[in-house]
């Protein structure tokens, strides 16, 4: 312990920026991201769970540059483009989206998958008042 005191020393440890509002300390929303662990933010649970969190991205990845090896920069950048656009238009918040064009561009309308059987919205746990859920999207709350 030093001449300044204990009370220095928590001064010193925790910046006045961590302790605002929108900081460290802000309170965790338990209903909309459920129970928080901190062997599940360091540790993934499976071996596979880092490869499947980014596969959408790397299959993107991969068919954006055998896009440009056979067509050039234009054909990657035209589907990026078209993906950006397509990203843009949403549905509010409290309304299920089926983001059909988005599988029309990467080709997924044709394939049968996990979501388009167990992604039924009338089951969702995120339906909720749409009141309160514009405002939290808008960054009112």
């Known amino acids: 312990m030093n001449s300044r005191g204990s009370a220095s020393l928590l001064k010193d440890s925790i910046s006045f920026t961590e302790v605002s509002a929108t900081g460290l300390f802000e309170g ?70 089926s983001n059909m064009a988005m599988d029309i561009l990467r080709g997924n309308d044709e394939c049968i998958g996990f979501e388009d059987i167990l992604n039924d919205p009338s089951q969702s746990e995120v339906m909720g008042e749409p009141h309160i859920m514009m405002e939290h999207k808008l960054g009112l709350l």
């Open 28 to 97: 965790h929303d338990l209903l909309r991201r459920g129970f928080t662990s901190i062997k599940n933010e360091l540790l993934p649970s499976h071996p596979l769970e880092l490869t499947e969190k980014d596969f959408q991205l790397n299959q993107d990845k991969t068919n954006f540059a055998t896009l440009r090896n056979i067509q050039g920069i234009h054909a990657p950048l035209k589907l990026q483009m078209e993906f950006r656009a397509v990203k843009q238009v949403q549905r509010l918040p409290f309304l299920h989206s």
